[in-house]
């Protein structure tokens, strides 16, 4: 699909987005898991939570402007932000 010449730049980074964010998502939460088994503390999952959301945001803001896409009217910036 992100190869068809024929789709328009939104939708092709809105899925290429929705694939990176995707892979992206679960390595974050088994790191935030594993701290949390081993150390034993709370405030280290919201660390790693925050830390998660700031690098989609990044990840949605330079696909977003790879694509000449105003990052701000990119589908998932209010999710992300």
């Given at each position: 699909?992100?190869?068809?010449?024929?789709?328009p730049d939104g939708p092709?980074?809105?899925?290429a987005f929705a694939w990176s964010a995707a892979s992206?998502?679960?390595v974050f939460v088994a790191?935030?898991?594993?701290w949390s088994a081993v150390f034993g503390t709370g405030i280290v999952r919201i660390?790693?939570?925050t830390a998660h959301c700031a690098v989609i945001a990044v990840l949605?803001?330079?696909?977003?402007?790879r694509a000449r896409i105003s990052p701000l009217t990119f589908p998932p910036a209010p999710l992300f932000t």
């Open positions: 699909m992100l190869t068809d010449p024929g789709l092709r980074t809105m899925v992206v998502f679960p790191l935030a898991f594993l660390a790693f939570t949605r803001t330079a696909m977003a402007l």
